[in-house]
């Protein structure tokens, strides 16, 4: 069982930068074979899809990000500290949305999102002109 609890959401304006943590609890994030897993993050705006942001192998090695945010953000993890960060700089209007944490017990980094295993409860980023 993993355990995803997302921080750092907020209030910004547009072209502004926010940092979103997520600290995974109940199963520790290591390069050991017998507990590989990727981390995502996702978003969901009032009325939409959920939608792939970012995805991170279980080293960090390979990372994924979505078409819309290619060159905003930065996933990044630290599994010492069992932490999953996405660094968001030059935030749109259109970037409004709560955000999720995901962990996939996998190697491999997926953008669907019936495919991942666990999930954080989301925080809401709100981003105004």
């Known amino acids: 069982q993993v355990h995803l609890a997302e921080s750092g959401g907020g209030s910004v304006q547009a072209g502004d930068s926010l940092r979103l943590s997520c600290t995974a609890s109940?199963?520790?994030?290591?390069?050991?074979?017998?507990?590989?897993?990727?981390m995502g993050w996702f978003r969901q705006a009032p009325g939409k899809a959920r939608e792939f942001v970012a995805g991170?192998?279980?080293?960090?090695?390979?990372?994924l990000y979505g078409d819309s945010v290619k060159g905003r953000f930065a996933i990044t993890r630290d599994n010492v500290k069992n932490t999953v960060d996405l660094q968001m700089n030059n935030l749109k209007i259109e970037d409004t949305a709560n955000y999720l944490c995901?962990?996939?017990?996998?190697?491999?980094?997926?953008?669907?999102?019936?495919?991942?295993?666990?999930w954080g409860k989301g925080v809401p980023v709100t981003v105004s002109s």
């Open positions: 109940g199963r520790a994030m290591t390069s050991n074979p017998r507990s590989l897993y990727s």
């Open positions: 991170i192998n279980y080293n960090g090695g390979i990372t």
């Open positions: 995901a962990a996939l017990l996998s190697t491999v980094v997926v953008t669907g999102d019936q495919d991942w295993d666990y």
